[in-house]
T-cell receptor, first 114, second 112 residues
Framework: AQSVTQLGSHVSVSEGALVLLRCNYSSSVPPYLFWYVQYPNQGLQLLLKYTSAATLVKGINGFEAEFKKSETSFHLTKPSAHMSDAAEYFCAVSGRDSSYKLIFGSGTRLLVRP | KAGVTQTPRYLIKTRGQQVTLSCSPISGHRSVSWYQQTPGQGLQFLFEYFSETQRNKGNFPGRFSGRQFSNSRSEMNVSTLELGDSALYLC???????????FGEGSRLTVL
């Protein structure tokens, strides 16, 4: 069965510092991988997705993630944090079948200090 | 292009009642899925509909049900509400097989 593990329920960085949010997946075959962001009282917004093209995926708002099959990881990074990045981030995986079911990680809340 | 629209945004019910939530997907999207979000359990898949057929179902009791109409709009129903059903219910629509979902802002249900 597929699963996703996000290390760290809370991550705190200073404005301008590197953002690194960790995600590891468990899947028998390379899945589709996603990062979503959720701002307070809102739904989820797709940041980026990996679908087996380039292993380094660039998303919106300056975020990117690298798919590493050997490490079964899909960590999210941003070179310089902005106050507006404060939100909750979810890593998710889906199978390469006709199902649109996503399995989400438990989420990481990003705090950005001025 | 309008996004996914969910109604109502907020509602309060009492135990034992039933509730119906509505979701209008992005125009042209034929797949609609539902997720429950709670602080304790996180985001959990409820079910997914495609062309009026339920294609996938999560591990929830039969009190949770849904349907999809010919115009792709979807509803989910929870009967005999329990306190633990208090949650944010998110609807998402999709057009591609890659699983990219577009989420609505959710319906926040409080059960007293």
């Amino acid at each position: 069965a597929q699963s996703v593990t996000q290390l760290g329920s809370h991550v705190s960085v200073s404005e301008g510092a590197l953002v690194l949010l960790r995600c590891n997946y468990s899947s028998s075959v390379p899945p589709y991988l996603f990062w979503y962001v959720q701002y307070p009282n809102q739904g989820l917004q797709l940041l980026l997705k990996y679908t087996s093209a380039a292993t380094l995926v660039k998303g919106i708002n300056g975020f990117e993630a690298e798919f590493k099959k050997s490490e079964t990881s899909f960590h999210l990074t941003k070179p310089s944090a902005h106050m507006s990045d404060a939100a909750e981030y979810f890593c998710a995986v889906s199978g390469r079948d006709s199902s649109y079911k996503l399995i989400f990680g438990s989420g990481t809340r990003l705090l950005v200090r001025p | 292009k309008a996004g996914v629209t969910q109604t109502p945004r907020y509602l309060i019910k009492t135990r034992g009642q039933q509730v119906t939530l509505s979701c209008s997907p992005i125009s042209g999207h034929r797949s609609v899925s539902w997720y429950q979000q709670t602080p304790g359990q996180g985001l959990q898949f409820l079910f997914e509909y495609f062309s009026e057929t339920q294609r996938n179902k999560g591990n929830f009791p039969g009190r949770f049900s849904g349907r999809q109409f010919s115009n792709s709009r979807s509803e989910m129903n929870v009967s005999t509400l329990e306190l633990g059903d208090s949650a944010l219910y998110l609807c998402a629509s999709s057009v591609e097989r890659t699983g990219e979902l577009f989420f609505g802002e959710g319906s926040r249900l409080t059960v007293l």
